[in-house]
């Protein structure tokens, strides 16, 4: 599915409630922090969240696929309404990673450059 | 450009500096908070972050801009790691929203249902 | 109340539930931007949250109340498992911010300095 | 020294550069998400952050205290700007958790009641 498809499902769905008033950018902000905190909150106290563990925690993995929903859905909904292309947006941005951490100085370290 | 086209190229750039070892999804879930709390800074004390205000503020917008796609870009590197498929995901959460959020109950208000 | 009294109250509550192993400070950062994430939610839609209004709406005070608690019993736990003066710290940073934010640059306006 | 010191220090803080006019709740709910963001970013690719790790890594010991101290600055300043006491509120969160979290339920095991 392509992303523009489901922007203009979120944004009709805040539409037909009569939502866009609360869906300043600071308050979808606010929002996506709330579901980013749901996110942490899934993942705190387990020792090892990985493919294996999620194939045998149907209800873990089921949590975290809903906690990565919600994050996504705002990061969508704030793109729409701030008139920011969040698919170049992220090209733009691999692209200055690649320049700023070369594979030479960030072999097997991750510290910012 | 295709969702999971993003996902092998951030892959790709996780693998060429040895940083898989760091990227497990609790890792990965900090990094995440860490890049929604730089897109919170960015809004934190603008009064007003709407369309209008972005086209005559090319600098916030960038900054926007550059932590919706860090955010982005975590999130699909979490789901990857995690075997969850995004799309899928989002799509199921807008289906329970509207079951959630009928238009009756919420029509004007956004109380948690 | 001092502060190192709440913390040896909140070790034993730890110590007494078995819950010294799930705290670790990785583990306790991401229990403390959950609770930040509830409180980011407590405010997300509301339009003016000041004393006047929440004199009047003690629902929203209370859930307030609550979770600036949560943040602040998660941030004393951390400080202490990590061995980490926390009132010594803020003093310090107050410090460090009078000296970097001086009063004539920063009258008026909150930018980085 | 005494949490209400603290806060009036961080009040005349703000007071001396024309800061209020920033700091409304949802404002500093913004700021603190951004410091629980720069704490998790301090952590996110450490193995093991325990007091022995940090005892012999002083520059990450110190910028774990300089996150915790600006995440409780920008906390004593919401508690301070709504009004509410953050040290009750402590105590009563913690006397709602014994009541909540009984031994018998949760000991050794962490999840949500």
Request: no cysteine.
């Amino acid at each position: 599915m392509e992303i523009y498809k489901l922007q203009e499902e979120i944004a009709l769905f805040a539409a037909e409630r009569d939502w866009e008033k609360f869906h300043t950018v600071k308050n979808l902000v606010l929002a996506l922090v709330g579901e980013a905190g749901e996110l942490a909150s899934v993942v705190q106290w387990l020792e090892n969240v990985d493919k294996n563990f999620l194939e045998s925690n149907e209800k873990i993995r089921e949590e975290l696929a809903d906690e990565l929903a919600d994050v996504f859905i705002y990061l969508l909904r704030i793109a729409d309404v701030a008139g920011i292309d969040i698919t170049k947006a992220a090209q733009d941005k691999m692209q200055k990673n690649t320049n700023r951490y070369t594979i030479e100085k960030s072999f097997g370290n991750a510290e910012k450059q």
